[in-house]
């Protein structure tokens, strides 16, 4: 079935969603004990329609990046679009973010000049810490239960894989 997810101002969509928990450690093994005391570990969209990330305030990375005297720094909170032809998986564990197989990332300014990453895996690094906004931003790390602890995730490395791996960004 068609799956739709929203993390704060982004969203994305596919099919075939699969969740995968952390065994329960309490020594009970019941469905229902299962489902609510187990750690979520990951989450995985086999089919990738596409992906509309928001960057964070401040942009992506922007301090590795810095924007060149041609571009506007309000361009660093503009939108990118993510598709490809494999799977999207979020490890909770690892706090990375993967998409595989021909992804194609494109950031169109308002100015119109495009930005544009090409690769066969793109894995996004997050860190993760106590959420000092609302909870939109924020994970819930445990599944089902009161106990869960949540974080604000944010970017911290990002890793393209491919042979070859092509990034047009004329304002960069």
Do not use: W
């Not at 019941?30 to 005391?37: D, F, G, N």
């Not at 571009?71 to 998986?89: H, K, V």
């Amino acid at each position: 079935e068609r799956v739709d997810l929203r993390y704060g101002g982004s969203f994305g969509s596919g099919r075939d969603l699969v969740i995968e928990l952390a065994p329960d450690n309490t020594g009970t093994h019941t469905a229902s004990s299962t489902a609510a005391a187990g750690r979520l570990r990951s989450v995985e969209l086999v089919r990738v329609d596409r992906f509309h990330l928001q960057p964070p305030k401040g942009g992506l990375l922007t301090k590795d990046f810095p924007v060149t005297d041609g571009a506007d720094s309000a361009d660093q909170n503009t939108p990118i679009e993510i598709t490809c032809r494999g799977p999207f998986r979020f490890d909770v564990e690892r706090q990375v973010a993967s998409f595989e197989d021909q992804v194609d990332v494109v950031r169109v300014h308002p100015n119109g000049e495009s930005e544009q990453l090409n690769c066969r895996l793109l894995e996004i690094h997050f860190t993760g810490q106590e959420p000092d906004s609302s909870p939109e931003e924020a994970i819930e790390t445990k599944v089902g239960s009161n106990q869960g602890r949540k974080m604000s995730v944010k970017p911290t490395r990002i890793v393209a894989v491919g042979h070859p791996v092509i990034v047009r960004s004329p304002t960069h």
